[in-house]
């Protein structure tokens, strides 16, 4: 399984561009944000894995791209200025894809940085690889079920979907997402409106109820790293890797 990864520790201050942002296709394994700290991963470790184990003959790629504290309404969606309080936050669609022009995109946080995909699929190139983008997953959602973004997030989550598969000229690409667990919300002891969460909750429910290429992966059961927290133990992102790839898997059969 190749890995190539971009994480928005790369923007702050002192960033280290080393540690944060891949320059080549590696094998997949945990990652240190910044020089001799721990390594850690998330769910790609065992997504990877399963889907790798189910398609013999062919090698999984995964590119990943990351950013602490972000929102779709403010971060994510296609065509956004700048985030001025948090510059490190800026247009990560944009750095993701690098697929708007500057009609439409006037401003630029960070003109210079190559975008994610496209400096990923040309290394694959340079590597004598041939490749078709086959899915993309999905994990956010806490920080808009923090504040009244929770309310609209449907609605956003549905323009960001149709402006992936626009942009990758792939308008049945199979999405996969992890819906927002319980583990953060009031009634858990956590920071999170207990409204909010379940806004956020309905939505991505109701996004995979209406779309046929969408699936939706529950992981109230997996105990989180602390109560009331938004991460997990090691074997709590082991198995919502493993469900993310068994989703992804059945989307491809057809399964819903």
Do not use: C, M
Not at 12 to 36: C, I, M, N, R
Not at 44 to 72: H, M, N, W, Y
């Amino acid at each position: 399984v190749l890995y190539d990864f971009w994480n928005t520790t790369a923007r702050l201050p002192g960033g280290d561009y080393a540690s944060s942002v891949s320059t080549e296709w590696g094998p997949l394994e945990p990652k240190a944000l910044q020089p001799g700290g721990a390594r850690r991963f998330g769910p790609e470790i065992s997504f990877g894995r399963t889907v790798a184990d189910a398609s013999p003959g062919t090698r999984v790629a995964i590119l990943k791209a990351s950013g602490q504290g972000t929102t779709i309404l403010e971060h994510w969606e296609r065509g956004l200025p700048p985030d001025a309080r948090y510059p490190e936050k800026s247009q990560l669609y944009h750095t993701l894809f690098g697929s708007l022009d500057s009609a439409t995109y006037p401003t630029l946080a960070y003109p210079s940085e190559p975008t994610r995909l496209d400096a990923a699929l040309s290394r694959l190139e340079a590597r004598g690889d041939t490749y078709q983008i086959a899915g993309f997953i999905w994990l956010q959602g806490e920080n808009e079920a923090a504040w009244s973004a929770a309310f609209t997030y449907e609605e956003h989550l549905r323009s960001f979907v149709d402006a992936v598969r626009e942009d990758l000229a792939s308008p049945q690409l199979p999405f996969v997402i992890a819906r927002l667990s319980l583990n953060g919300s009031a009634s858990e002891g956590g920071p999170l409106p207990d409204a909010g969460v379940l806004a956020v909750r309905d939505a991505q429910a109701s996004l995979a109820a209406t779309d046929e290429h969408v699936a939706l992966v529950d992981i109230d059961d997996l105990p989180p790293e602390t109560p009331g927290g938004f991460h997990f133990t090691t074997e709590g992102y082991i198995t919502r890797g493993a469900r993310i790839g068994e989703a992804y898997l059945a989307l491809g059969r057809g399964a819903g």
